[in-house]
């Protein structure tokens, strides 16, 4: 049945580099040569040709809806001779052509389904969206990081394959030099701008929340066997391979697991001389200021700590029990550590606290031993974990008994069991030209006495507990970090250009945050709903039973598969719908490449609003 056609502009239909959309233009007269002409710039995208050719179903900007509201609740076609007709919207009775049924496309759909909810409206997806909109290269960046977690690897000659069976933001086809490309136009003036945007929307987001925010720092190596990259060197190799690599840093929202920085550096800086030119970024970008950072033994210095003071930057560092001041501060503390009133059941292990002063110079850039100096409080965190302690003990008592007893018998000793037979055992001669061995007590004390103890330091945390669990929230975040980096493939760049490295290393840590963030969604599901049984064993189980979920999808919309079984109770847990078993219109994407700048194509793409802008 056909309607009355609301009052529409004129249109011209012409195809961009592939597809046919809809534009309206204005006229106007031109006095000299007596006749009209279109005006410079007045041509404007308002819709799309479904079908990919002139005629069949129209799909409308949501600009030229709003002014046209009427077409919302209609189904417009465009016929042989450029006519526009409209028949009433009614899904109920919308059925299937054998045409149709024959066209259809199926995709594996149910795990970039749960991606796409896991990381809908948050910073990262909306920087991506302002900062490599254009051409749809965000969408690009999203495909291939979901290819990333969902095929476990980082070989992109497979992508072509994966792309045609799964459901993707970029549905069309990326070669492999297409994805170079991509790697190629992703600058590190992009991924700077990136970067500020995304922590300018994480401060905006996070006002509403008044927590205090734990920012889980930590970096990485990942080997290359290039030698043509400028920032490959050899260094501290995390993964003990004997290669030249890159190093990749990561600042992460334990919470939420939600990205806050990044940027790779050069492989033979350490771990230790990052915090000063983070902290440099700090200030640059405007960093979050009411974030604790929270980093491992690698970056605790006497002079990172000084650094922390001069930018007013709170932070938690696990110190490394050989200092003198943690080996004086344990001793002050021992007492109170070994008291059962100080064990908590929560950490299992006891714990007690001291405030002392810390003394740090103005900068750095005098003299520190004649600069002046500045006063700050700073919280020492004493934990002591017994169970730790015993199994040391245990250890070290059974090898020097071990060693002994080989000793007596003559027999040879490991590189290790003479260590220990160096460190821990006296020996003596006796009258009669016999030896005989004691316990070096005094270095078996020395060995034994930071065992088992763990120090905290912070200018911000008072709390001992909170300090304990928000520096293990932190090492669930390295360990996903690791686990993912092992998963996805990023132990090797598997670049060999210059041009290309940035632009990989990105889409790689975009790919590890959302792996990071589909992981604390699922821990904290489990935290909420600590008798919930979900139907989970791994992220890798998980995406295999989603990907189970198929997508059915012809030119005018799409359907899925039913969702049965521990999957329900998932999609429940996580907080996420479950995608429709039900028919719904769909607009078809425009297949445009990143290079190809005609004027109405990049229209097109700028006006057209396709499924996945719903994440912007």
Not at 455 to 477: C, G, H, M, Q, T
Not at 492 to 520: C, H, P, Y
Not at 523 to 534: E, H, T, V
């Amino acid at each position: 049945m056909l309607v009355q056609a609301p009052d529409l502009p004129r249109m011209l239909c012409m195809k961009g580099t592939k597809y046919y959309g809809l534009y309206t233009y204005k006229n106007a007269w031109d006095a000299e040569k007596k006749r009209s002409y279109r005006v410079k710039g007045s041509t404007k995208c308002v819709g799309i040709m479904v079908s990919g050719d002139k005629t069949g179903k129209i799909k409308w900007s949501d600009e030229f809806l709003s002014e046209y509201p009427a077409l919302e609740s209609l189904i417009s076609q465009r016929d042989e001779k450029g006519n526009i007709t409209f028949s009433p919207l009614d899904e109920e009775t919308q059925t299937i052509t054998v045409k149709d049924a024959l066209s259809a496309q199926r995709y594996h759909a149910g795990a970039t389904w749960v991606l796409d909810h896991i990381i809908a409206d948050t910073p990262l997806v909306k920087a991506l969206n302002r900062t490599f909109g254009k051409y749809n290269l965000n969408k690009k960046i999203l495909s291939l990081s979901y290819f990333l977690n969902l095929s476990e690897g980082n070989a992109m000659t497979r992508y072509e394959n994966f792309a045609a069976t799964h459901r993707l933001p970029w549905q069309h086809t990326l070669t492999s030099s297409a994805i170079t490309r991509i790697f190629q136009n992703i600058s590190s003036e992009q991924i700077d701008r990136f970067v500020a945007k995304l922590n300018l929307l994480s401060i905006d987001e996070s006002k509403q929340d008044c927590r205090t925010k734990y920012w889980a720092l930590d970096s990485t190596s990942i080997s290359t066997y290039s030698t043509n990259l400028s920032k490959s060197s050899y260094g501290h190799n995390k993964d003990g391979d004997n290669l030249p690599q890159v190093n990749v840093l990561m600042v992460v929202d334990q919470q939420t697991g939600e990205p806050v920085y990044y940027r790779t550096y050069n492989g033979n800086v350490p771990d230790i001389v990052t915090v000063k030119h983070l902290l440099q970024e700090h200030a640059r970008i405007r960093l979050d200021s009411n974030a604790v950072f929270v980093a491992d033994k690698g970056y605790g210095s006497v002079a990172n700590i000084h650094r922390f003071y001069q930018n007013k930057t709170s932070f938690l560092i696990n110190l490394k029990t050989s200092f003198s001041i943690c080996r004086n501060i344990f001793d002050e503390a021992r007492l109170d550590l070994f008291d059962p009133l100080n064990f908590n059941e929560d950490i299992n292990n006891s714990c007690t606290t001291r405030e002392i002063t810390w003394s740090y110079p103005v900068n750095f850039k005098t003299d520190c031993k004649r600069a002046p100096r500045l006063k700050e409080k700073m919280y020492m965190h004493i934990y002591y974990d017994r169970e730790i302690f015993n199994a040391h003990q245990r250890t070290i008592t059974t090898n020097i008994s071990k060693v002994a007893k080989m000793l007596q018998k003559g027999e040879t000793l490991s590189p290790a069991l003479k260590h220990i037979k160096d460190t821990f055992l006296i020996e003596s001669v006796s009258s009669d030209g016999s030896i005989t061995y004691s316990t070096n007590r005094k270095a078996l004390d020395d060995y034994l006495k930071m065992k088992g103890v763990r120090i905290l330091v912070s200018n911000e945390v008072k709390d001992p507990i909170e300090a304990y669990k928000a520096y293990f929230d932190r090492n669930e975040v390295e360990y996903a970090f690791r686990l993912f980096k092992q998963r996805l493939g990023f132990n090797r760049m598997r670049v060999s250009s210059n041009d290309s490295l940035e632009g990989k290393a990105f889409i790689q840590f975009i790919a590890t945050s959302i792996a990071i963030m589909l992981r604390k969604r699922i821990a904290n599901a489990l935290k909420d709903n600590p008798k919930l049984k979900l139907a989970y064993d791994s992220e890798p189980v998980v995406l295999d039973k989603l990907d189970s979920i198929i997508e059915t999808r012809f030119s005018f919309g799409s359907y899925y598969s039913e969702v049965v079984g521990g999957l329900k109770e998932l999609f429940k847990a996580l907080g996420i719908p479950e995608p429709s078993e039900e028919l719904a219109q769909e607009a078809y994407e425009a297949d445009t490449e990143a290079e190809e700048k005609d004027l109405f194509e990049e229209e097109l793409e700028q006006e057209i609003q396709t499924p996945y802008q719903a994440l912007e």
